[in-house]
T-cell receptor, first 113, second 110 residues
Framework: DTGVSQDPRHKITKRGQNVTFRCDPI?????LYWYRQTLGQGPEFLTYFQNEAQLEKSRLLSDRFSAERPKGSFSTLEIQRTEQGDSAMYLCASSLAGLGEQYFGPGTRLTVT | DQQVKQNSPSLSVQEGRISILNCDYT??????FLWYKKYPAEGPTFLISISSIKDKNEDGRFTVFLNKSAKHLSLHIVPSQPGDSAVYFC?????????FGAGTILRVKS
């Protein structure tokens, strides 16, 4: 299966701790996106990369959030000093530049206690 | 502000009949629209898309209709199957980001 993969699938952490998630896109895709989904809502855009360059960030992405895609392949999303409001499903997607379809991974469910 | 709205939280349809899922949008700058299906504990799965310059796109049992003057799109599933039971999201592509509606839960009864 060469789809988008995410790790871990679930993360439970205590408030104030730092967490890091990983996303591996479809191998030939040069664009990678992060979204966040809370209960009863659709996914909300956080940020996206084209190759290793982070080209857009949502205002939802506070200073406690940072994303990287160091070699233009996998990406990491780190949340520092987690808060209960960070509890959500974090989704990664990838696409080819110039095409509208984005393909999503299974997500990482974060629970902050 | 909600740029994409799915006003029906849920829809129940008998197997073999047509399912029609609706979506309204406010942003005229969307240049592409997509439908995704989502099962519990999985990420959204791409179903079908339509460019803003078209009014219809068909793929097997799935057809998407776009009415730009009404800022409305719909997804038709014919015939509906129990395996179609899932949450369906419509999304508009604005620049490089997808803007999603809140989703509609479809239940197909056998």
């Amino acid at each position: 299966d060469t789809g988008v993969s995410q790790d871990p699938r679930h993360k439970i952490t205590k408030r104030g701790q730092n967490v890091t998630f990983r996303c591996d896109p479809i191998s030939e895709h040069n664009r990678l996106y992060w979204y966040r989904q809370t209960l009863g809502q659709g996914p909300e855009f956080l940020t996206y990369f084209q190759n290793e360059a982070q080209l857009e960030k949502s205002r939802l992405l506070s200073d406690r959030f940072s994303a990287e895609r160091p070699k233009g392949s996998f990406s990491t999303l780190e949340i520092q000093r987690t808060e209960q409001g960070d509890s959500a499903m974090y989704l990664c997607a990838s696409s080819l530049a110039g095409l509208g379809e984005q393909y999503f991974g299974p997500g990482t469910r974060l629970t902050v206690t | 502000d909600q740029q994409v709205k799915q006003n029906s939280p849920s829809l129940s349809v008998q197997e073999g009949r047509i399912s029609i899922l609706n979506c309204d949008y406010t942003n005229s700058m969307f240049d592409y629209f997509l439908w995704y299906k989502k099962y519990p504990a999985e990420g959204p799965t791409f179903l079908i898309s339509i460019s803003s310059i078209k009014d219809k796109n068909e793929d097997g049992r799935f057809t998407v209709f776009l009415n730009k003057s009404a800022k409305h799109l719909s997804l038709h599933i014919v015939p509906s199957q129990p395996g179609d039971s899932a949450v369906y999201f419509c999304a508009g592509l604005y620049g490089n980001k997808l803007v999603f509606g809140a989703g509609t839960i479809l239940r197909v009864k056998s």
